[in-house]
């Protein structure tokens, strides 16, 4: 409580507040964004292994943050949630239109699992192409860092948590319906294909605050 009310050595209040707690915040925030979208995911192709990372939306995603970062492109830090956005959807969608005639969800999965190692070899491949910390760039991308990371990012992330999850609660009867089945919920009057494709959106959206930052 020191530390909060202005007390305490300069160079603590600096390590705590301005160091570790931003990181703090954005680690657990981060971790439950990416929950929330695999749980999304698994419930709506009814299959515990969907995710965001075997369904092409992290590859995507990396992939676009890459591109800005390696090479250098002028994007506003608010604009590339959006960019990162556009990737993972992109990512899945093609995951989505090569599976469309596959009945089988654990066909869909490994159609995921091509496409995300077919966008990781091209990541890989951009960071060859970098002149300097392309290890420290490989271990950003592929396995994410909270390293030099500030309340900035925090916020980022926040302001589409709050969006997000609003929007992933909404759906939440849209998932149940879906996890009875493709033919039972359109029997129930879903629309299949266009609920799957909403809920693509919402869960490629939460992981692309996440990857952006």
Not at 81 to 96: E, I, K
Request: proline share 3%; with cysteine.
């Amino acid at each position: 409580m020191e530390l909060f009310a202005g007390e305490g050595e300069r160079v603590t209040r600096i390590v705590v507040l301005e160091l570790r707690l931003p990181r703090l915040a954005l680690g657990i925030a981060s971790g439950a964004l990416l929950a929330l979208s695999g749980v999304m995911l698994q419930g709506t192709l009814r299959n515990p292994l969907a995710g965001p990372e075997l369904l092409g939306i992290t590859g995507g995603t990396a992939v676009v943050v890459g591109t800005i970062t390696i090479f250098r492109l002028p994007a506003p830090a608010a604009l590339v949630p959006w960019f990162t956005l556009a990737g993972g959807f992109v990512g899945g969608l093609v995951v989505l239109l090569a599976a469309q005639s596959m009945r089988s969800t654990l066909r869909l999965i490994l159609v995921g699992a091509s496409v995300t190692a077919l966008l990781n070899a091209l990541l890989i491949g951009m960071i060859s192409l970098a002149t300097q910390n392309d290890v420290n760039l490989l271990f950003l991308f592929l396995l994410g860092s909270l390293a030099n990371r500030t309340w900035a990012h925090v916020a980022i992330v926040l302001s589409w948590a709050l969006i997000g999850v609003s929007v992933a609660l909404l759906c939440a009867r849209l998932l149940n319906v879906l996890q009875l089945g493709d033919d039972l919920a359109a029997g129930l009057g879903l629309a299949v294909a266009p609920a799957r494709l909403l809920l693509l959106v919402i869960g490629a959206a939460l992981v692309a605050a996440v990857v952006a930052v």
